[in-house]
């Protein structure tokens, strides 16, 4: 971080601002005193810099940033590639990840049927959901505490971990006993008090990319969880909020490789809510894989026609299964394997 201070600021203000700074933390302030200009060079643990107190010293003209503000999620203090266990698979790895069942559970038949669907295709994992983020409160909210039941049916059935969204912190330790991945949703990314809490169990945590949010605040919720000490996160790009209403969202394919680049953690795609159009999530599946995603996950229902969530946008086994065959030509190529 650079402060650049105003000009004429006397040698006093600079040696109380410096104190100031570094009270703050594990900090060394390197002053660069020009004939115009004065500039302090700030190394260390910045992250607990109040850059507003800074910035409303008057001597402050402005500050500029050298590093990202994000530490534990960043590449360049932890280059080797995160890699988080769930049951036998490993998510991060050279195998791809693939996560796929209905966007709800709606009934044992229904969950236990697409579960062993999608597992004789070749998924890794099954999603779920129980609780359900509906935009109006009069829709399908999930059958909360019954759907996890019905999901560890569906577990105990195929041998797959499970993935399931958790909106309350009240029903953590209910998650940490029923579910495999924690799912946080986009609606959920920017709950801090959700993720401080995360961050305290060690069970692996799915964080979608919130609505509207940029690449580094998506990472600064990572952080949040990784900052408490629970370094199993991984992240999946679900489509933003863009101009265009085409599509449910836009998928942010480009997301992917900046995500490689500034940070460790894996990083999944969401062609279904990204899309919000069954046709189109075997096309952004391949390019998901192809660009170089870890995995994606992907919305399945026997009967998308009557599903009570996502229909519109979930395939059927029998696509998922030549999803499922793309992604394995694809992995080839990229020197992975499904
Ligand atoms: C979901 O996965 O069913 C879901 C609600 O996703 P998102 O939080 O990305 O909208
Ligand atoms: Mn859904």
Redesign the pocket.
Known sequence: MIIVLKQGTAQREIDSLTARITAMGDITVTPIIGTDLTILGLVGDTTRVDENQIESQHCVERIMHVAEPFKKANRMFHPVNTTVRVGGSVIGGEALTVIAGP??VESEEQIVGIAKAVKAAGATLL?G?AF??RTSPYSFQGLKYEGLELLQAARRETGLPVVS?LMSPMDIDVFMDKVDVI?V????MQNFDLLRQLGRIDKPILL??G?SATIEEWLMSAEYILSEGNPNVIL?E??IRTFETYTRNTVDLGAIPAVKRLSHLPVLV?P??GTGKAWMVEPMARAAIAIGADGI?V?VHNDPAHAL??GQQSIKPEVFSEVMKDLRAIAGVIGRSV
Do not use: I, V
């Not at 949703?185 to 959920?188: I, L, P």
């Open positions: 966007c709800s999603r959901g359900k983020p969204e799912q949703g986009a609606r959920n979608k990319r609505l999946c679900r489509g969401d279904s809510h996950m919305e969530c996502d």
